[in-house]
């Protein structure tokens, strides 16, 4: 995991979306809280969850 990666996750926090249809998780495909018309990365709480604990951007 890159420097990169922590300031993408930062700044660029999708908006949730209020009802379908919801983006797909990039990595499991499963819908997401986020608009499908967001674009950008997308994850489902549980990836979301995931890369959080795998990344560990403290700073
Ligand atoms: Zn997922």
Request: hydrophobic share 25%; proline share 12%.
């Amino acid at each position: 995991m890159s420097e990169d990666y922590c300031l993408i996750r930062e700044t660029a926090k999708p908006p949730k979306a209020d009802a379908p249809p919801y983006a797909e998780c990039v990595l499991c495909r499963e819908p997401t809280e986020y608009p499908e018309s967001y674009k950008g990365i997308t994850l489902c709480p549980v990836c979301e969850w995931q890369e959080a604990q795998r990344t560990a951007c403290s700073g």
